[in-house]
């Protein structure tokens, strides 16, 4: 059970991104995937949800090989996403914002409010800012209603790339308490975190994960020893 990659090999642009990855994401973990810029996380992330279609190897959910299946449907089999750039709609309130994905999913809104509700109850500074305009949102507000977003369609994974970037001492705190907040109310959860800076996810992760070249490892020496056997440089 569970999602696990099979010697996924992603290529972009001619160039090989992730080189045979072999992972295993269970329910319940946290996991932190740390590497330098352009070690290839954002690529794990997308190639995850479908954004990016992998040159060789398999993603079985339950197993299942999504990795044959069309990007909308990661929504429906429970995986939620927050890109880097969060993307608000401006238009719309924080809670319409929230709330999106799953009107889009024809969930029911008395599922849509329980969910919130679960949501909101892990991350409860952003109850004032429900009726709020998306325009109205800091950066980092914004990426707190992007977790919020990908949670409530993501029932089973939630994938979050670079949350921490650019936010702002107190914001970090806060992001990083509704981190170990959901790991209490959301015990089947699979929460997926890539960083560059692994000390900013200190007491969040349960598991740690390291990317560099495209190769990814539990062990950091690991992968710069595959780097260094297979002739590639800097």
Do not use: W
Request: aromatic share 4%; charged share 20%; with cysteine.
């Amino acid at each position: 059970m569970g999602l696990h990659i099979e010697s996924m090999r992603v290529a972009l642009g001619g160039n090989v991104v992730l080189r045979d990855v072999s992972i295993s994401l269970p329910q319940g973990d946290t996991v932190a995937v740390v590497g330098c810029n352009g070690a290839g996380k954002t690529t794990l992330l997308r190639s995850i949800m479908g954004l990016v279609k992998p040159v060789s190897g398999r993603l079985l959910l339950d197993g299942r090989n999504i990795g044959e299946e069309p990007a909308y449907l990661r929504a429906a089999a429970g995986f939620g996403y927050a890109p880097e750039d969060r993307v608000i709609f401006p238009a719309l309130t924080v809670a319409q914002n929230i709330a999106l994905p799953c009107d889009v999913q024809g969930v029911s809104r008395r599922e849509i409010a329980r969910r919130a509700e679960a949501v909101l109850a892990a991350m409860p500074q952003l109850k004032p800012m429900l009726q709020r305009s998306g325009a109205a949102l800091s950066g980092g507000q914004g990426k707190m209603v992007a977790l919020a977003r990908a949670l409530m369609v993501g029932t089973r994974y939630v994938l979050l790339d670079e949350p921490f970037q650019g936010l702002a001492p107190v914001l970090a705190r806060q992001y990083g308490d509704a981190l170990r907040a959901l790991r209490e109310s959301h015990p089947q959860l699979c929460v997926v975190i890539t960083e560059s800076n692994a000390s900013l996810l200190d007491g969040v992760q349960s598991l740690t994960l390291f990317i560099e070249r495209g190769y990814v490892t539990a062990d950091r020496a690991s992968a710069g020893h595959r780097r260094e056997i297979s002739g590639e440089g800097e």
